[in-house]
């Protein structure tokens, strides 16, 4: 891999499927997608058969726990030795891969395969490097997928970093000069399971266009007010659990196989934050056990000294959020918030109440529509606003992180697919 630490990454060398491989079957959706429905899986199980698969080589988390984790878990170690040697993965020359992805929802979403330094990441909350995570991290969660990590010679990866490039000059600018050129993609195949569609076009090392990649890649860091690049965007404690592995091989190494060693490096691809495929929804809550009247009460008492007032309409002045139940929509306004976000604000007072009443829960959830149903009786909702993509990169370095489960990147299934791969070993 060629390295570059102005930008902390290296132009990877990308594993890839022997041409004739079908690449519907191949790529299937990242492991932490569809969790509570095992069908879903099952669906794949079948599509896949006995083709080819990254199935084969990643743990859907749905199996977490189940009679089935075992024994997936030493498939994975025998079909990456069995792909490896069998040829049905090879090695790309080394180059960036700029991949197009087409859903129901949008008709693209483009973005830029790397291989990320894990040296200049970090997911300790105030840090100032190149590359940070966008929220805080369970450290329980990270065990398990180093221990997987740890036995694999490969990683498939489904991390999606974050660039701040309003102007589009590293991928938009990249595709612009493929298709000038002539460039045709690698790789073109619809997605299963009703995913869309996706496209991959290689662009090898030393051409014009990858040494524009590099140099917008590194224009933007220049321009950055406190040397942030890179936010992760999914994938946080998939990355977390890279650099948890990279911490424990890298004390037996001399100064040379550090900086070689293909472990120090993580496959991701990289997303411009102004991308108009990319949506960012709240993340909304659904406080179990509590009513809207009680929750309302609670929060004039926890909020007395940060200008609280409730009402039917919103304060543009201050900030706040709606709170759902069998009666009106109700809005907390705060006008001295003790956080620079609502969803701080909200999350600080949930956690009281959860952490004071062993029978008050909550909930993470995604859409108004399940919030206002779940949210009543003797439950509320709480809806949040969405984050501003103008804001995001400044939110981060201002604040450190994200509060937990802040924002989502687009539905489920405009989930990144494993398709490309990279040595580890």
Not at 172 to 179: F, I, S
Not at 182 to 193: C, R, S
């Amino acid at each position: 891999m060629t390295i570059n630490d102005s930008i902390g990454c290296a132009i990877p060398d990308i594993l890839f499927p022997k041409n004739g491989t079908n690449l519907e079957k191949w790529a299937v959706i990242a492991c932490d997608q569809f969790t509570s429905e095992p069908e879903y899986w099952q669906s794949v199980e079948q599509n896949v058969g006995n083709a080819p698969s990254t199935l084969r080589l990643v743990l859907p988390e749905v199996y977490l726990g189940s009679d089935e984790e075992t024994t997936r878990l030493k498939d994975i170690a025998s079909s990456i030795d069995r792909y490896m040697s069998d040829g049905t993965l090879e090695t790309l020359p080394e180059g960036y891969m700029l991949i197009d992805r087409e859903t129901s929802i949008h008709s693209s979403r483009k973005g830029l395969i790397i291989a990320l330094d894990l040296e200049a990441y970090s997911f300790e909350p105030g840090n100032k490097n190149l590359c940070r995570a966008t929220e805080g991290t369970v450290l329980s969660r990270i065990p398990p997928r180093v221990k997987i990590r740890a036995n694999a010679g490969i990683e498939l990866p489904h991390i999606m970093l974050l660039i701040d490039d309003p102007e589009d000059t590293v991928i938009g600018a990249a595709m612009d000069k493929c298709r000038a050129s002539g460039t045709a993609p690698l790789y073109d195949t619809d997605l299963m399971m009703e995913s869309g569609h996706i496209s991959g076009t290689f662009v090898k090392k030393g051409t014009v266009i990858a040494d524009g990649i590099t140099s917008a890649l590194d224009k933007l860091h220049k321009s950055s007010p406190d040397g942030l690049l890179f936010l992760v965007g999914d994938g946080n404690h998939s990355l977390a659990s890279a650099k948890a592995h990279w911490q424990n091989i890298k004390a037996s190494l001399n100064e040379d196989e550090r900086r070689n060693h293909p472990a120090r490096y993580a496959l991701a691809e990289v997303v411009n934050i102004h991308d108009k495929g990319l949506d960012f929804e709240p993340i909304h809550r659904v406080v179990f056990g509590m009513n809207q009247n009680d929750f309302i009460a609670g929060a004039l008492s926890f909020y007395k000294d940060n200008g609280i007032t409730v009402d039917s309409k919103a304060d543009d002045s201050a900030q706040n959020f709606t709170v759902t139940g069998d009666g009106d929509d109700m809005f907390v306004n705060l006008g001295n918030a003790p956080h620079s976000l609502p969803v701080g604000s909200v999350q600080l007072y949930i956690d009281s109440l959860v952490d004071s009443n062993p029978d008050i829960t909550v909930d993470y959830i995604h859409g108004e529509e399940a919030v206002r149903s779940l949210g009543k009786g003797r439950n509320c909702g709480v809806l949040l606003p969405a984050i501003s993509k103008n804001t995001f990169f400044a939110t981060v370095s201002r604040e450190g992180v994200f509060p937990r489960k802040t924002f989502s990147m687009g539905e489920a299934f405009e989930k990144r697919f494993y398709m490309e791969a990279k040595r580890i070993k």
